[in-house]
């Protein structure tokens, strides 16, 4: 079975920083596809960040130059290190990978950044 557990998320003044964690069991990290999404309150949930095999990396408008994502294959683990953080960058946070055919999910971790 493939599980995705979140952790990191929290509350944060503007122009701070988070690391957010997704931690994978029953896949590799090192062979599949890792994103990270957010969903706000009446949006839709939108792509921040993905790591793939190769490994190659993509961003979301809104967001680069500020996040980084990265992998940890020892630890099967991928990171979002998110800096700068703006009141709008606010959502719930997911992990997701896409094995045997389809997409799974982690259950997210809330990022709330407010003065």
């Known amino acids: 079975q493939v599980q995705l557990v979140e952790s990191g998320g929290g509350l944060v003044q503007p122009g701070g920083s988070l690391r957010l964690s997704c931690a994978i069991s029953?896949?590799?990290?090192?062979?599949?596809?890792v994103g990270w999404y957010r969903q706000a309150p009446g949006n839709e949930r939108e792509l921040v960040a993905g790591?793939?095999?190769?490994?190659?990396?993509k961003y979301g408008d809104s967001v680069a130059g500020r996040f980084t994502i990265s992998r940890d294959n020892a630890k099967n683990t991928v990171y979002l290190q998110m800096n700068s953080l703006k009141p709008e960058d606010s959502a719930v946070y997911y992990c997701?990978?896409?094995?045997?055919?389809?997409?799974?999910w982690g259950q997210g971790t809330q990022v709330t950044v407010s003065s």
């Open positions: 997701q990978t896409y094995y045997w055919g389809r997409d799974h």
């Open positions: 029953g896949t590799a990290v090192r062979v599949n596809p």
């Open positions: 790591i793939y095999p190769g490994p190659n990396t």
